[in-house]
């Protein structure tokens, strides 16, 4: 699909080092040029002034749900509902049906959801025990990356054991590659969830009992352990424990390859939340106790997180229903991702420039994707978020494009709303609503 052209005149950029007025000239979907004063003949302009320019967001945990699973959402409601909130590259989760565990499975999906996103996208295999031969073929396939799920979540995907995963982060040492992990320990979560059904009691903090702080501790000492003998670069994806946090911020001031990502729902939703809100906010791991939360924040604000992820994962309205430890676990996430962010750091939680950092510039180049995804920069695709910082709106439900719209959020009151959502050059969604009849996304392939 040919690029755009386009002059985005007078905003504010916002990069991870800081932020300053500058025009960005993007050509044939390439941004070619970036400085004051721009005015080359010919060009479609778009008057930012008073707004932010921000890279497209690179969304790193998105679980679109095809092939398999199309009766909780598809690629197409998922890429739609990014663009209209400001994404342009999602990064898929492998739990779907087939889990994709080789290059055949890998190019399958790939051509599925080619030709229908409303996004560019790459895709992640996944690692379990019978497949550490298939890796290096995922790569020539045009994996970006591999997930492990050390927890039982969505898929029940059997976890890879000690041995596998060691290898695997052997593989990642020699070829490059990141590892992600789902850090809960398998037979502790089995263990715990036992002990809160015998009770027999299903009240709404039954979920956040049965999956305890260790659980997430001991995956995460596990996985930091293997990084540091091996040499291999590990991301921990959805942080919601203290416990693994202080893991993960000692193991890198030894310089361990080992990062940490978090989601918008651990950070501003607390166990305070479930009485409200039940299983609507399920997911795994749990949204914990506001001292979680507020180390969350910490973690943030000292570089110990590394990257935000949406961690969306729709599910049908009837599995979001009923008691707690019945209810899937999962929320539809990457339409509200960067609002929420923006929210909190408009509002003084972190720094803005955290934005351009966290969610696109680190997740680029964990995944191989930068610096053509992920950076405002001359020779990047011209993938851009373009935000009214004034403007005050509420989240609802309503709105979102998910086939099963939910969310906690419905109804919050939000600083900051992206205006335009820009993808290499040309405009997909404007004001919340996507803005092109066809889908023009691409698929991506990382060098690692
Ligand atoms: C995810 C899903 O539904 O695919 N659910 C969740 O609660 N986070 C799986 C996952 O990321 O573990
Ligand atoms: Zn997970
Ligand atoms: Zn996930």
């Known amino acids: 699909m040919p690029g755009g052209d386009l002059l985005v005149r007078g905003g504010t950029l916002v990069v991870p080092e ?31 002034r008073g707004m932010l320019v921000l890279p497209g967001v690179v969304d790193e945990h998105v679980h679109m749900r095809e092939p398999g699973l199309e009766y909780k959402d598809d690629f197409t409601h998922g890429t739609m509902a990014a663009a209209a909130g400001g994404v342009t590259t999602v990064i898929e989760m492998p739990n779907t049906l087939p889990p994709v565990d080789d290059a055949d ?75 992600a992990f789902h850090g809960e320990n ?3 979560v089995r263990m715990f969830t036992e002990r809160v059904r015998s009770e027999g009691k299903v009240d709404p903090l039954a979920h956040l009992r049965s999956r305890p702080p260790v659980c997430e501790e001991e995956a995460a000492q596990r996985i930091a352990l293997y990084a540091r003998r091996t040499g291999g670069r590990a991301l921990i994806v959805h942080v919601a424990a203290a416990e693994a946090i202080n893991v993960v911020r000692r193991a890198r001031s030894d310089g361990v390859e080992v990062y940490a990502e978090t989601c918008p729902h651990y950070l501003l939703l607390s166990a305070d939340d ?16 506001r001292d979680h939360q507020r180390e969350l924040w910490r973690a943030v604000n000292d570089g110990t997180i590394q990257t935000l992820g949406s961690d969306h994962a729709p599910h049908s309205r009837e599995e979001k229903s009923g008691d707690i430890m019945s209810a899937a676990a999962g ?81 919050l009151r939000v600083r900051g709303k992206v205006v335009y959502t820009i993808l290499r050059g040309v405009v997909v969604a404007e004001s919340g609503r996507v803005a092109i009849s066809e889908p023009r996304g691409e698929w991506v392939i990382g060098r690692t």
């Open 186 to 188: 398998w037979d502790l």
């Open 331 to 411: 929320v539809p996430a990457v339409q509200t991702f960067l609002p929420l962010m923006l929210d909190a750091a408009l509002k003084g939680k972190m720094p803005i420039t955290k934005i351009p950092e966290l969610m696109a510039r680190n997740p680029a180049r964990l995944f191989g994707l930068y610096p053509k995804k992920g950076s405002l920069s001359v020779g990047s695709d011209g993938d851009l978020a373009i935000v009214d910082p004034k403007a005050e709106w509420t989240v609802k439900a309503e709105d979102l494009y998910a086939k099963h719209p939910m969310t906690p959020f419905d109804g």
């Open 274 to 289: 479930y009485e409200r809100y039940g299983a609507l906010m399920k997911v795994n791991p749990p949204v914990r106790e």
């Open 18 to 48: 800081g932020t300053f007025e500058a025009d960005v000239l993007i050509e044939d979907g390439t941004i070619v040029m970036i400085g004051r004063g721009l005015s080359p003949a010919g060009h479609e302009v778009l008057d930012a």
């Open 105 to 179: 499975k890998l190019r399958r999906k790939a051509d599925l959801l080619s030709g229908r996103a409303y996004v560019d996208f790459a895709l992640l295999g996944v690692l379990h025990d019978e497949n550490l031969d298939e890796l290096e073929g995922m790569l020539g396939a045009g994996a970006v990356g591999f997930k492990a799920f050390l927890g039982p979540t969505t898929g029940n995907i059997p976890p890879p054991g000690d041995g596998s995963i060691y290898e695997a982060l052997e593989k990642s040492s020699r070829l490059g590659f990141t590892v």
